[in-house]
């Protein structure tokens, strides 16, 4: 194994550090906490918080979203491992100001537990706390830690969306019924060229030979659907948009949002090439895709290859909260 850390049990720790000291303009984290909040100066306090958080592992997710327009507050638990009910309470004590916090959970067993317990607390201290599970992985129904299907990286639209109408003045009611309409309409599945290396265990948590890939593993590197002979840019964009689109049943005059996401080894040059099959394929379907995104927005630690989301844009204010004006590390223009 070679990672450029000190020793692994401090990778965590040190991680969020150095997030915090290299745009204190935006981030700072609680003390004895790894809860990562807002830091700008204008920011402002009348809105609803917006909470969410999960295992390291997967960055710039979630702290990398985290600032103006966005999330008031991430919480890092260890790699792959949910954060602990204190560290996620006091990141919801942190983003309430009156208006109540919405919490933006991925389907995991760990995370669904802990951050129930976190809303529990804060409803003993009548903080006023609503939250929605994303499980946007359509790949398997059930797999390691979950019940259902996986919440992946379509949950970044979640936050960008429900960030945008919080920044706008929407309330806990507003944010909990959008969130509710959205979740559906986003789905996700990614296809792994290599495994992931937790840096404590020292190796891959799967292998594949040098002519194989794995459609449908999960950011954990949980078992997907199917091992392939690796396959050109096209066949791999063929093969999830037809799962896709057995999902979404396209049909012309459809709008979407497409976002590719590489899971932390893969090259941006074969992100693109990618995202222009992707897109050569929902031509022909005849569909409109009036927003895209490329980049590493939900990784898997040193993971090869790509994942694809996409949302249905069912409402025209969706789109533009997904082109609202943020201030965060990781979302870019």
Known sequence: ?????????????????????????????????????????????????????????????HAGYVGQGMLSAAVAGQVFTSPTPDQI????????????????????????MNFDM?????????????SIVVDDDIAVENSTYTQGRRGVAGT????????AAADQGAD???????????????????????????????????????????YGVGIHGEPGYRKEKLQSSKDMAHELLEKLGSEFHFEAGQH?????????????????IFMNDV??????????????????FMTSLDMAGVSLTLMKLDDAHWLQNLQYPVKTIAWGA
């Open 256 to 272: 979407y949002a497409v976002l590719v996401n590489g899971m932390g080894a893969t090259p941006l040059m074969e992100q693109y």
């Open 1 to 61: 194994m070679k990672k450029i850390i000190n020793n692994v049990d401090d990778v965590v720790a040190e991680m969020v550090d150095g997030m915090v000291r290299s745009y204190p303009q935006i981030v700072k984290k609680l003390p004895d906490t790894e809860a990562i909040v807002r830091n700008d100066a204008d920011r402002d306090k009348s809105i609803v918080g917006l909470v969410s958080g999960g295992g390291s592992g997967h960055e710039p997710t």
């Open 156 to 163: 970044i639209f979640v936050h960008k969306i429900l960030g």
């Open 172 to 214: 806990l009611d507003q944010i909990d019924s959008l969130a509710h309409q959205i979740v559906p309409n986003i789905k996700t599945i990614g296809v792994a060229l290599s495994g992931a290396t937790v840096p404590a265990v020292g190796k891959p948590g799967f292998t594949l030979a040098d002519d194989e890939i794995e």
């Open 89 to 112: 309470y006091a990141a919801i004590k942190d983003a309430n100001h009156g208006k109540g916090v919405f919490l933006i959970i991925k389907n995991y067993s760990g995370d669904v």
């Open 279 to 296: 897109l050569n394929e929902l031509d022909k379907d005849g569909v409109s895709v009036d927003y895209t995104k490329v980049g590493n």
């Open 118 to 130: 976190a809303k529990d607390i804060a409803d003993m201290d009548d903080i006023p706390v609503k």
